[in-house]
């Protein structure tokens, strides 16, 4: 079983040559080849969870092979239960969008190519327990994103694709020097890039001079490695370069960019800033849980004003996403707990709405709620497509956490877990959930209530392939919305263990 | 006495072979009536035994240093290293030279005695052990270049370029010299070691003035590199001169240059207090500077000639952040960059040349909807370009990568929030010109011609190791290292 990790990685590179090495013109073929890959990816990663050990918070699976001797660089992989979920959350909406792509004409080869390799990298990202290895992926995943965003995109594709190229890149590069000084705290011995080995809080009492001036290591590596993941999630004030790249990015990398990408800078956190730097993050949790808050209501403010359904949803990631910051600023069991949950269920939902917009789109070849002349750009589509609609209400009802459904869980848990310790920010941030509900429930009646427009007259209801996949995802945030602990049982061992960590400081 | 000068003579056999092949080179060209098939010939000729010549470089590389010529010259690996990438470097600048128009075909052969020459210079300038070698190479490598870049005689752009830079190179290579009779006042001699065993008895006025003499003659080197503030004549002459020149430009009198500047660097200031804190502090300034300004400035470029002219000055500002930390580790990594560097410029240069062969002009326009007409150099375009930028899985990475962690196991932070955000303004650069590529559109007419099957199979062949060497780093790694166990 231990290679599992190294099929899951690289079969979609495999899936990505053969797909090049198809002549161009067979573009079923192309589909079907992805189609394969992201299936047989899918399945490892469902075994992956049956053989899941629940009981321990080691990594598992693990992998790890010399790479650059001399540097102690080495191929080191290994999950723990919040990668396991990142596993398979990645696993399944890379299969539910390479369906979802299916309509996707314009250079399809190249398309399905850049999908694959995308999704090896996020693999890559979740996976990798060595530094520069992390690097690399968290890079190059820029690259295909970067191509997918600026060719297929909309009309503003390539402003869109350059500044979340450029932004992303900017947080990294700090990243990147906070890296290589971890690489030399630790003395370039054989675990020095080793991200496990660098957590508990080593370096305490080390100190840097820059510019003339002394900081404490702890603090100034810390920052610098949020200002990486920040960007990626995004919190407030990084997150302009998302409605950009969601708005012009075509459905499925939307899906992508929401449903796994903005997790990777969460999971940054859990994974890297919290556990290698445990005091400055205890010691910023209110700076962090203030901007948590500031993305949840201006997120959810900005998200009201949008005429674009697309990007309201985006500002609604941004929301959401703000409520993870706020979990994981509480640094308690529910806090913790509920912030992974909730990039799980953020995962499902709002995929589901990107998913949902994408349908519509190529009906409708808009997205305007209120079209800017002032008319309205739908309206009455309950009565002209029904399933559409009852897929539609599960998914935005799981997005505004009704109970029942997946959302609530996650956040329920959240303000359980930082009640205790936040409790002004708390009870503004129960605002945020109400302004979410108004948002939600305001584009809702515009769009599906109200006199039929006579532009969506002629639209199809959800074909079967549409259906197909949207059911999972349907099914997901219903069943976790009841019974969230198949979830929660993976995750415990794990987050106890950064919980335990995060309390001696 | 001839026992020991062909002692020596065994040793300096890669030199020896440049100057008989840039003789012969000369009397070839004479002779020559049948312009076209000739002149191939001709190229072909140099290409082979510059082959030949790194050939002999690659069995010198293990070698322990020797000095010959009364010290005046060091073969060490380190010189070897250099020597290869300059080799490298120029066979890439003839072959370019062979298929571009910019060269007009009665000058082609030309173009080859010229190269070697300053390849001569070049070597040179690398094996430098006194001070009288150093300025020799610099004005080898130097009178031949101000040739090179007013190569199109009758085009007005070509021959201030050669002006500009003869002046420039005039004007520098005097303050050089003029910094290099006072080291002599100074120390009493011109041969590197007894200089040196000089410096540790100086006091105060007199090391205050073998200070300044090292930047004065420092003029002379950064001048060659392209160092703020001496690179003002960069942009006009790399845009001035040919394409085969430019590329040409952008790596041998570099690596040469660098070489020349590590030398001294780690010779002559590691070893009193007072002098290394001066010039590590006065190289961290100049390191700032010159990557902020080439990258700042390579923005608003319109000619990609021009973007790669401004880019370049920016990688040699992070480059000499390796001489900044004045040990092994920082050298090594300048190693690994340069080679590096070499392979993506001739890439970016054997494409631009190609497409701007096509369309008769180098501005961004003639990239636009490259990746419908040739979609493998469009990926392999856009690859240099993010790998130049720094990105991985390309090699380009890990040549920063190593520049970023030699300049932090320092401490040096600051330098390295400054390196961090100019590899930020560069990507924005670099990905203007891939979005152009591979989001616009192809308008006008699609023409195929220009990329010949052989052009391709360079270009790919000058790929591959761009590629590898972002994965599989090692090796590159350990030969550089090697190179620079007997700087000092």
Redesign the interface.
């Known amino acids: 079983m231990n290679g599992i990790l190294n099929w899951i990685l690289w079969l979609p590179i495999i899936g990505m040559v053969a797909v090049i090495l198809t002549p161009k013109a067979k573009d079923n073929v192309i589909r079907l080849l992805t189609l394969v890959t992201t299936s047989i990816t899918l399945v490892l990663s469902v075994l992956l969870y049956l053989k899941f050990d629940t009981t321990t918070a080691a990594m598992q699976f693990v992998v790890k092979v010399p790479w650059?001797?001399?540097f102690h660089i080495n191929y080191f992989l290994g999950i723990d239960g919040i990668t396991m979920l990142m596993t398979f959350l990645n696993a399944l909406l890379f299969f539910i969008c390479t369906l979802s792509s299916w309509t996707v004409e314009k250079n399809v080869k190249a398309y399905f190519s850049l999908l694959l390799m995308l999704q090896s990298t996020v693999f890559g990202v979740f996976f990798a327990l060595d530094f520069f290895l992390f690097?690399?992926y968290w890079?190059?995943m820029?690259?295909p994103m970067?191509?997918l965003i600026?060719?297929w995109g909309g009309e503003n594709?390539?402003y869109a694709?350059?500044k979340f190229?450029?932004y992303t890149?900017?947080g990294s590069?700090?990243m990147?020097?906070g890296i290589?000084?971890l690489?030399?705290a630790t003395g370039k011995g054989p675990d020095s890039f080793n991200i496990l080995a660098h957590q508990g809080g080593k370096f305490i009492n080390e100190t840097?001079?820059?510019?003339g001036h002394n900081f404490s290591f702890e603090h100034?590596f810390f920052w610098f490695m949020f200002l990486g993941f920040a960007i990626k999630v995004p919190v407030f004030p990084f997150h302009t370069w998302l409605p950009h790249a969601h708005v012009q990015a075509p459905t499925a990398v939307s899906v992508i960019l929401a449903g796994v990408l903005l997790k990777m800078g969460t999971y940054g956190f859990l994974r890297i800033a919290f556990p290698i730097f445990p005091q400055a993050a205890v010691q910023s949790s209110t700076i962090i849980a203030v901007l948590g808050l500031i993305s949840v209501i201006y997120g959810a403010f900005c998200a009201m004003a949008q005429d674009d359904v697309k990007k309201l949803v985006a500002y609604s990631s941004v929301s959401h996403m703000g409520f993870v910051m706020l979990g994981l600023s509480a640094m308690t069991t529910q806090g913790m707990n509920g912030a992974v949950l909730q990039m799980f269920n953020h995962g499902t939902s709002t995929a589901m709405m990107f998913l949902l917009i994408g349908i519509l789109y190529e009906r409708s070849h808009h997205r305007w709620i209120m079209k800017p002349d002032g008319s309205k750009g739908y309206g009455g589509l309950s009565t002209k497509l029904p399933k559409y609609t009852t897929v539609f209400i599960i998914g935005m009802f799981a997005s505004l956490g009704l109970p029942g459904l997946s959302g609530f869980i996650s956040e329920a848990l959240i303000f359980l877990g930082i009640y205790q310790k936040f409790t002004t920010i708390t009870i503004i941030a129960v605002v945020g959930l109400l302004i979410g509900a108004a948002y939600l429930l305001w584009m809702f009646k515009r769009m599906f209530f109200g006199e039929v427009n006579p532009e969506i007259e002629d639209y199809d209801d959800m074909n079967a392939r549409e259906v197909f996949y949207m059911l999972p995802l349907c099914i997901a945030v219903i069943v976790f919305g009841i019974f969230p602990s198949p979830l929660l049982n993976v995750m415990k061992a794990s987050v106890g263990q950064l919980v335990d960590l995060m309390a001696k400081f | 006495m001839i026992q020991q000068l062909f002692g020596y003579l065994s040793l300096y056999i890669p030199e020896v072979i440049c100057v008989i092949l840039m003789t012969t080179l000369l009397v070839a060209e004479s002779t020559v009536k049948d312009e076209n098939a000739s002149r191939g010939k001709i190229i072909g000729y140099a290409l082979a035994v510059l082959l030949v010549t790194l050939g002999f470089l690659f069995s010198n590389l293990g070698e322990a240093p020797e000095h010959i010529f009364h010290n005046a010259i060091t073969i060490d690996p380190f010189s070897t290293l250099i020597k290869i990438v300059m080799v490298v470097g120029t066979m890439g600048a003839i072959f370019l030279s062979y298929s571009s128009k910019d060269i007009y075909p009665n000058l082609k052969s030309e173009f080859s005695i010229m190269a070697v020459g300053v390849l001569i210079g070049g070597m040179l300038l690398a094996s430098a052990n006194n001070m009288l070698t150093l300025y020799l190479g610099i004005e080898t490598l130097s009178i031949l270049s101000y040739v090179m870049s007013s190569f199109k005689r009758d085009e007005a752009s070509s021959t201030e370029a050669g002006m500009k830079y003869a002046l420039y190179g005039g004007l520098s290579a005097g303050v050089a010299l003029y910094g290099i009779s006072h080291l002599y006042g100074a120390l009493g001699s011109i041969q590197f070691v007894e200089m040196v065993a000089k410096l540790p008895s100086l006091q105060g006025t007199s090391l205050a003035i073998v200070l300044v003499s090292f930047v004065l003659f420092f003029v002379g080197i950064g001048y060659k590199i392209s160092l703020f503030p001496f690179h003002m004549w960069t942009p006009d002459v790399y845009q001035g001169s040919p394409i085969p020149v430019t590329a040409f430009f952008a790596i041998v009198p570099k690596m040469a240059g660098l070489a020349a500047l590590i030398r001294i660097s780690m010779i002559f200031f590691s070893e009193v207090q007072v002098l290394t804190v001066s010039w590590v502090g006065l190289m961290i300034v100049i390191s700032a500077m010159t990557m902020t300004v080439g990258n700042v400035t390579a923005i608003g470029q319109n000619s990609v000639k021009r973007l790669l002219a401004f880019s370049s000055i920016g990688h040699v500002g992070l480059m000499i952040l390796g001489v900044v930390v004045l040990n092994d580790v920082g050298i090594r990594a300048i190693l690994f960059y340069g080679i590096v560097y070499m392979f993506m410029t001739l890439i970016a240069f054997y494409i631009t040349s190609h497409l701007s062969d096509m369309y008769g002009t180098d501005s961004y326009d003639v990239f636009r909807g490259l990746i419908y007409k040739h979609p493998v150099m469009a990926i392999i375009m856009a690859a240099v370009l993010?790998s130049l930028a720094g990105?991985?899985?390309f090699s380009g990475?890990i040549a920063k990568?190593n520049i970023?962690?030699v300049v932090?196991?320092k401490?040096l932070?600051?330098i390295?929030?400054v390196a961090?955000?100019n590899?930020?303004i560069s990507?924005?650069y670099y990905?203007?010109l891939a979005?152009t590529m591979?989001?616009g559109q192809a308008d006008g007419e699609v023409k195929v011609a220009g990329f010949t099957p052989m052009n391709q199979a360079v270009i790919i062949g000058l790929f591959i190791p761009v590629l590898f060497l972002g994965i599989f780093?090692?090796k590159v790694?350990?030969i550089s290292g090697n190179a620079v166990i007997y700087i000092k």
């Open positions: 650059i001797e001399q690097y690399v890079e190059v820029l690259l970067f191509f600026g060719i594709r390539e694709a350059i190229f450029l890149f900017f590069i700090f990147l020097v290589i000084a690489y030399y840097v001079t820059i510019f100034i | 993010f990105m991985p899985p990475f990568f970023f962690s932090i196991e401490k932070y600051g390295a929030i961090a955000i590899s930020v990507l924005y990905v203007k979005k591979i989001f780093w090692e790694m350990v």
